[in-house]
């Protein structure tokens, strides 16, 4: 997990000394969430940075969620479907995520499957990036948190993408294939 905590010294190293309000994360098992948190927890004790940004966990079947809401903590099994976003899928989650969710201030935001290759196309076509179905997730639960107002509109979020399209580019041709038939 440490090695993710350079995903953080990156974040602030390309925002300019501008502070991060929140950071969107692709997640499962939690591995990357931790990592991350842990980067900017040696920022901040570093005083590089004034406060550790919200973490959100994005996901798909909420267990992150669940998990947190249970006294004690259950990681599962939470019920589970086919998903395009398979690499965060699974019905357990684990310690890790749900305590840094926890001890950071964070969310977790579940995002419907009928809405992640939508956001994988759409993000291809409006900005040129093919990303890996989780990755969409990502910008799926971004949207929600801005329309949930989890976040406010003038913060800034920055959203991970963990992942290229082409991992799973069958899943990509499968909804495009059930666009172009008007599904």
């Known amino acids: 997990m440490d090695a993710y905590k350079t995903i953080a010294y990156e974040?602030?190293?390309q925002t300019d000394d501008k502070q991060i309000d929140a950071v969107v994360i692709?997640?499962?098992y939690?591995?990357?969430?931790?990592g991350?948190?842990?980067g900017f927890d040696d920022l901040y004790r570093a005083g590089a940075i004034e406060r550790i940004p919200r973490l959100i966990a994005a996901e798909i079947f909420g267990k992150v969620g669940r998990s947190i809401?249970?006294?004690p903590i259950h990681l599962g099994p939470w019920p589970t479907a086919e998903s395009a976003a398979f690499s965060i899928g699974g019905g357990f989650t684990t310690y890790q995520a749900v305590d840094t969710i926890k001890s950071h201030g964070g969310d977790a935001v579940?995002?419907?499957e009928s809405s992640i290759l939508a956001t994988q196309l759409e993000l291809a076509r409006s900005e040129g990036i093919y990303a890996e179905a989780s990755s969409a997730v990502a910008v799926a639960a971004a949207?929600?948190?801005?329309?949930?107002?989890?976040?406010?509109?003038?913060?800034?979020v920055v959203i991970i993408s963990t992942s290229s399209g082409?991992?799973?580019p069958a899943a990509t041709a499968a909804a495009i294939a059930a666009m172009k038939r008007g599904n």
Request: with cysteine; aromatic share 6%; charged share 30%.
């Open 11 to 13: 974040l602030w190293a």
């Open 26 to 28: 692709p997640t499962g």
């Open 30 to 34: 939690g591995d990357c969430l931790r």
């Open 36 to 38: 991350i948190a842990r």
């Open 69 to 71: 809401n249970t006294d």
């Open 110 to 112: 579940v995002v419907p």
């Open 143 to 156: 949207a929600a948190a801005y329309r949930d107002s989890i976040v406010e509109k003038d913060d800034l």
């Open 166 to 168: 082409l991992k799973d």
